[in-house]
T-cell receptor, first 113, second 112 residues
Framework: SAVISQKPSRDICQRGTSLTIQCQVD?????MFWYRQQPGQSLTLIAT?????????ESGFVIDKFPISRPNLTFSTLTVSNMSPEDSSIYLC??????????FGPGTRLTVL | EDKVVQSPLSLVVHEGDTVTLNCSYE??????LLWYKQEKKAPTFLFML????IEKKSGRLSSILDKKELFSILNITATQTGDSAIYLC????????????FGTGTRLTIIP
């Protein structure tokens, strides 16, 4: 398994501000994933973060709104920029190991007022 | 675009009942189907299925895949209140470092 931590665990932010979420893994991984789960919805992949290259964004998500950093093989950040109430969600990072499942971090619950 | 649909959306049963959760999928290149349990924020892994007809079992939970009919079921026998959660189905690759496409989830509530 993988030990993943996320900071902050929750936050309440004002409209128009930005929040950076950190994801730390206990060992080196190639790929890190960022998901969003809006209230009452399932998980939607935002982007895949590969160390040493630009993140790959899914349809409907853009770098200006969700910039991602991946400075090394154990750490990544996701910034939610210029927030609106529609950005209120749980944000989750995940990593994969070998030929099995992805492990998810504990999540960040974001509320935008 | 890959599509995963789960049913029912929600289910309320009494403790001790058996439940069956459904997951159907449409993908261009199927490689694996995964089940997760989400109690608070982080989904926890239950099963990964790649072959048809082979049941995976863990305690009171079991799951099977039908690649011909493009669906999977998750069974929970002798349900307990601790089984109350959202159960998520996803399609993915053969390796953990491939993206997952999740279904809508089934919210299961177990009444004591």
């Amino acid at each position: 398994s993988a030990v993943i931590s996320q900071k902050p665990s929750r936050d309440i932010c004002q409209r128009g501000t930005s929040l950076t979420i950190q994801c730390q893994v206990d060992s080196q991984v190639t790929m890190m994933f960022w998901y969003r789960q809006q209230p009452g919805q399932s998980l939607t992949l935002i982007a895949t973060a590969n160390q040493g290259s630009e993140a790959t964004y899914e349809s409907g998500f853009v770098i200006d709104k969700f910039p991602i950093s991946r400075p090394n093989l154990t750490f990544s950040t996701l910034t939610v920029s210029n927030m609106s109430p529609e950005d209120s969600s749980i944000y989750l990072c995940s990593v994969g190991r070998g030929n099995n499942e992805q492990f998810f971090g504990p999540g960040t619950r974001l509320t935008v007022l | 675009e890959d599509k995963v649909v789960q049913s029912p959306l929600s289910l309320v049963v009494h403790e001790g009942d058996t439940v069956t959760l459904n997951c159907s999928y449409e993908v261009t290149n199927f490689r694996s189907l995964l089940w997760y349990k989400q109690e608070k924020k982080a989904p926890t892994f239950l099963f990964m299925l790649t072959s048809s007809g082979i049941e995976k079992k863990s305690g009171r939970l079991s799951s099977i895949l039908d690649k011909k009919e493009l669906f999977s079921i998750l069974n929970i026998t002798a349900t307990q209140t601790g089984d109350s959660a959202i159960y998520l189905c996803a399609v993915g690759g053969l390796f953990g470092n491939e993206k997952l496409t999740f279904g809508t989830g089934t919210r299961l509530t177990i009444i004591p």
